[in-house]
């Protein structure tokens, strides 16, 4: 929970070297930029699309020891030291009675037949245990040898003192430690001479070679690469050999009414397979819905879990997760935002940058490179809700790298483009989900107290998203109720305040827009000049999420005429903005203008005759004008509003029949649609009896076949 501020205490004076709080001139000539780039309508949609393919998925993370190669190190580490030898134990070669055999299967078979010894290397579960005991089984058939195979401890490998246990027969070391790094030059031909003399084939599994071993001029003597099998085929051989009474051809018709193929495209390893082909055959033998078996094979966290465990190297990390961040972004965005993350949390010399569009469009993968007839190509994950789990996941598990990801987090939620900053904002948003306490205070709260107004945005985008895709809402809320009522206590107190009225304004401001109007008053009745872009935006991204009566009713109850004068200042002010900012096409008020008719003349007029929001709010009715030049179906919306301000008072009357005629006559920018308003209003007004006495405009409605004003019977 947030730290409680000292709420009751008097208003602490503000302190000079922090510079004054702007005034009322200074606020209005940024207003327009400011507030418009707060209120972006591209940043609410990116973050109501992260928000909507999240699903409000959040995932346990329980870290785990693993390590990633090519000048980087994580995860929690393992011990080198040496285990106590154990004995040799049998294997049980029908484990393989099923492989299938993958390209370069037979270079290995013959390194062993005529080496004694092989070392199969390739990442885990890559299929390199199951390689091993097929060529040796193979071997061992060849020569006519009992298929006898014993399995050792790794200690032996490097051990120049090593001697072979059992004559005439297979044996396998599982190397789990990254033992065969110590392996040498000298080892390899002193065990493959007393292999050799014993009559006895050693195969040895291991993950990617480096240390002593990848510098040994003799390796490639020894050293066999692990290439994948079909992991189709290896469906189909298992399912087949369990399932004798089906033929090939219905297997596979059965198997193509099923997602399997996009499965197994996506996480090709062996060992998927043989799960994804166990399921089947327990489809088939309960007679059970084989799409729905296979479909319960995608699980997300196992397939992050996978490729983790599978040692990617820094390079192929700092891909995937700048796409978990900058997900649906543009190629160039994407793969320039992993270049910058690759850059920092390698430790590579190397003056090269990873090529990542020529290893998507090699073969396909979890991460989709998608083409746009209207658009640069875009990168995103092939199901939507690997997102939040890669983001999971490696944060938890990369703890020697979090500084650096944080610091390339942190560029990413300040870049210049909206696009990229704001789905970095949604990503900082989702990570904080797993730990909102750590979230917070190491970034999210940094951001919001920034000097910046972008990453002070993005905090308040990140604080949506962690609030609307987690059970942390109430949490959320409660810092941003604190941040606003600094305003109250402290004037020095600006950044964490300006944030709290940007995220009043995303999706749990319209969730909940009359928590987020009671703490935007705040702001606006206790805040100064300096809270009125932040405040505005947040006013016009409520009306754009359709909360227009809640915002209207706000509006009129700060703009009442008997409120204190800067306040009610503010708020006629930000009620011009709004009123006068566009949504797609036009403003977005002008959208409700006939259902809230009442309303709008009410604040319109209020509006024009303040002295100091006289000019803007003719400046918003000017903007309504020009929409129904260009657009005539909006003119009769127009005209009802306008006869509602004029049917307020005869000045206001007098004040829009004067605005539109200049208007109507400006030689560098005439409005047709400001004559016509014109000639229906003074025509209204001279129906009247007695001329003295103010229209009734409210009277008054739109004839749509006519498009005029016409007085309804009595």
């Given at each position: 929970?947030?730290?409680?501020?000292?709420?009751?205490?008097?208003?602490?004076?503000?302190?000079?070297?922090?510079?004054?709080?702007?005034?009322?001139?200074?606020?209005?000539?940024?207003?327009?930029g400011t507030a418009a780039d707060f209120s972006s309508v591209r940043s609410g949609r990116i973050v109501a699309e992260g928000i909507s393919r999240a699903g409000g998925a959040t995932i346990n993370v329980f870290q785990g020891d693993f390590a990633v190669y090519g000048g980087f190190t994580a995860g929690g580490g393992r011990t080198a030291g040496r285990r106590p030898g154990r004995r040799p134990t049998p294997v049980r070669l029908a484990d393989v009675e099923y492989y299938v055999e993958p390209a370069g299967f037979e270079s290995g078979v013959d390194t062993l037949d005529t080496q004694n010894l092989v070392i199969f290397t390739g990442k885990l579960r890559s299929g390199r245990r199951s390689q091993a005991l097929a060529t040796v089984r193979r071997v061992l058939e060849c020569a006519k040898l009992d298929l006898v195979v014993h399995e050792l401890g790794d200690e032996v490998l490097g051990d120049p003192t090593w001697r072979v246990p059992h004559a005439r027969c297979g044996l396998l070391v599982e190397?789990?430690?990254?033992?065969?790094?110590?392996?040498?030059?000298?080892?390899?031909?002193?065990?493959?001479?007393?292999?050799?003399?014993?009559?006895?084939?050693?195969?040895?599994?291991?993950?990617?070679?480096?240390?002593?071993?990848?510098?040994?001029?003799?390796?490639?003597?020894?050293?066999?690469?692990?290439?994948?099998?079909?992991?189709?085929?290896?469906?189909?051989?298992?399912?087949?050999?369990?399932?004798?009474?089906?033929?090939?051809?219905?297997?596979?018709?059965?198997?193509?009414?099923?997602?399997?193929?996009?499965?197994?495209?996506?996480?090709?390893?062996?060992?998927?397979?043989?799960?994804?082909?166990?399921?089947?055959?327990?489809?088939?033998?309960?007679?059970?819905?084989?799409?729905?078996?296979?479909?319960?094979?995608?699980?997300?966290?196992?397939?992050?879990?996978?490729?983790?465990?599978?040692?990617?190297?820094?390079?192929?990390?700092?891909?995937?997760?700048?796409?978990?961040?900058?997900?649906?972004?543009?190629?160039?965005?994407?793969?320039?935002?992993?270049?910058?993350?690759?850059?920092?949390?390698?430790?590579?010399?190397?003056?090269?940058?990873?090529?990542?569009?020529?290893?998507?469009?090699?073969?396909?993968?979890?991460?989709?490179?998608?083409?746009?007839?209207?658009?640069?190509?875009?990168?995103?994950?092939?199901?939507?809700?690997?997102?939040?789990?890669?983001?999971?996941?490696?944060?938890?598990?990369?703890?020697?790298?979090?500084?650096?990801?944080?610091?390339?987090?942190?560029?990413?939620?300040?870049?210049?483009?909206?696009?990229?900053?704001?789905?970095?904002?949604?990503?900082?948003?989702?990570?904080?989900?797993?730990?909102?306490?750590?979230?917070?205070?190491?970034?999210?709260?940094?951001?919001?107290?920034?000097?910046?107004?972008?990453?002070?945005?993005?905090?308040?985008?990140?604080?949506?998203?962690?609030?609307?895709?987690?059970?942390?809402?109430?949490?959320?809320?409660?810092?941003?109720?604190?941040?606003?009522?600094?305003?109250?206590?402290?004037?020095?107190?600006?950044?964490?305040?300006?944030?709290?009225?940007?995220?009043?304004?995303?999706?749990?401001?319209?969730?909940?827009?009359?928590?987020?109007?009671?703490?935007?008053?705040?702001?606006?009745?206790?805040?100064?000049?300096?809270?009125?872009?932040?405040?505005?935006?947040?006013?016009?991204?409520?009306?754009?999420?359709?909360?227009?009566?809640?915002?209207?009713?706000?509006?009129?109850?700060?703009?009442?005429?008997?409120?204190?004068?800067?306040?009610?200042?503010?708020?006629?002010?930000?009620?011009?903005?709004?009123?006068?900012?566009?949504?797609?096409?036009?403003?977005?008020?002008?959208?409700?203008?006939?259902?809230?008719?009442?309303?709008?003349?009410?604040?319109?007029?209020?509006?024009?005759?303040?002295?100091?929001?006289?000019?803007?709010?003719?400046?918003?009715?000017?903007?309504?004008?020009?929409?129904?030049?260009?657009?005539?179906?909006?003119?009769?919306?127009?005209?009802?509003?306008?006869?509602?301000?004029?049917?307020?008072?005869?000045?206001?009357?007098?004040?829009?029949?004067?605005?539109?005629?200049?208007?109507?006559?400006?030689?560098?920018?005439?409005?047709?649609?400001?004559?016509?308003?014109?000639?229906?209003?003074?025509?209204?007004?001279?129906?009247?009896?007695?001329?003295?006495?103010?229209?009734?405009?409210?009277?008054?409605?739109?004839?749509?076949?006519?498009?005029?004003?016409?007085?309804?019977?009595?």
């Amino acid at each position: 929970m947030p730290e409680e501020g000292p709420a009751a205490e008097p208003r602490a004076p503000a302190d000079p070297a922090a510079g004054a709080a702007p005034s009322r001139a200074e606020a209005l000539k940024g207003l327009r930029g400011t507030a418009a780039d707060f209120s972006s309508v591209r940043s609410g949609r990116i973050v109501a699309e992260g928000i909507s393919r999240a699903g409000g998925a959040t995932i346990n993370v329980f870290q785990g020891d693993f390590a990633v190669y090519g000048g980087f190190t994580a995860g929690g580490g393992r011990t080198a030291g040496r285990r106590p030898g154990r004995r040799p134990t049998p294997v049980r070669l029908a484990d393989v009675e099923y492989y299938v055999e993958p390209a370069g299967f037979e270079s290995g078979v013959d390194t062993l037949d005529t080496q004694n010894l092989v070392i199969f290397t390739g990442k885990l579960r890559s299929g390199r245990r199951s390689q091993a005991l097929a060529t040796v089984r193979r071997v061992l058939e060849c020569a006519k040898l009992d298929l006898v195979v014993h399995e050792l401890g790794d200690e032996v490998l490097g051990d120049p003192t090593w001697r072979v246990p059992h004559a005439r027969c297979g044996l396998l070391v599982e190397d789990r430690q990254g033992r065969a790094e110590s392996v040498d030059d000298t080892w390899l031909t002193l065990v493959a001479e007393r292999l050799r003399d014993q009559g006895s084939f050693l195969v040895v599994a291991t993950g990617p070679v480096r240390g002593t071993l990848a510098t040994a001029p003799k390796r490639a003597d020894y050293v066999v690469t692990v290439d994948l099998p079909d992991p189709m085929e290896i469906v189909r051989r298992r399912v087949l050999g369990e399932q004798p009474w089906l033929s090939p051809a219905d297997l596979d018709d059965r198997l193509a009414g099923t997602e399997l193929a996009e499965l197994l495209d996506e996480r090709e390893g062996p060992e998927f397979a043989t799960r994804a082909a166990n399921a089947v055959i327990g489809a088939l033998r309960k007679d059970s819905d084989l799409a729905e078996a296979v479909a319960r094979l995608r699980d997300p966290r196992d397939q992050v879990q996978e490729w983790l465990d599978s040692e990617p190297d820094v390079a192929d990390i700092a891909f995937v997760f700048a796409t978990a961040v900058l997900e649906g972004a543009s190629y160039l965005h994407v793969a320039d935002a992993a270049v910058a993350l690759y850059r920092r949390i390698g430790t590579s010399k190397a003056t090269t940058t990873p090529r990542y569009l020529r290893a998507l469009t090699r073969q396909r993968s979890w991460i989709e490179y998608v083409e746009h007839v209207d658009g640069p190509p875009l990168v995103r994950f092939r199901h939507a809700n690997l997102r939040p789990v890669v983001l999971a996941l490696t944060w938890f598990e990369f703890d020697g790298a979090r500084e650096a990801i944080l610091a390339w987090l942190t560029a990413q939620a300040q870049h210049d483009d909206v696009e990229v900053r704001t789905r970095a904002a949604v990503a900082a948003g989702m990570l904080s989900t797993n730990d909102f306490g750590h979230g917070m205070h190491s970034y999210l709260k940094t951001w919001a107290a920034s000097p910046s107004a972008t990453l002070r945005l993005s905090a308040a985008w990140g604080l949506n998203v962690a609030g609307q895709v987690s059970d942390h809402a109430d949490t959320v809320w409660a810092y941003l109720e604190q941040w606003a009522d600094l305003v109250r206590y402290d004037a020095n107190a600006r950044d964490l305040p300006a944030t709290a009225a940007l995220a009043l304004g995303g999706p749990l401001g319209a969730a909940n827009p009359a928590r987020a109007l009671r703490v935007l008053r705040v702001l606006v009745c206790d805040g100064d000049w300096g809270f009125l872009a932040a405040a505005a935006s947040t006013a016009h991204m409520l009306l754009e999420e359709g909360r227009v009566s809640e915002v209207l009713d706000a509006l009129t109850d700060w703009t009442d005429p008997t409120a204190a004068e800067e306040p009610l200042a503010k708020a006629l002010t930000m009620f011009t903005y709004a009123a006068a900012a566009q949504g797609a096409d036009r403003p977005v008020l002008l959208l409700s203008a006939a259902r809230f008719r009442d309303e709008l003349a009410e604040l319109w007029g209020r509006a024009l005759n303040h002295m100091d929001v006289h000019e803007q709010a003719l400046e918003g009715l000017r903007t309504w004008v020009r929409v129904a030049d260009r657009d005539p179906t909006v003119r009769d919306d127009v005209l009802l509003m306008l006869a509602g301000v004029a049917d307020r008072d005869h000045r206001d009357y007098d004040q829009l029949l004067h605005a539109l005629r200049d208007w109507a006559t400006d030689p560098d920018d005439p409005s047709a649609a400001a004559d016509d308003f014109r000639r229906e209003l003074s025509e209204a007004g001279e129906l009247l009896d007695e001329p003295d006495v103010q229209p009734d405009l409210g009277d008054y409605r739109a004839v749509p076949d006519a498009g005029r004003i016409t007085r309804t019977a009595p």
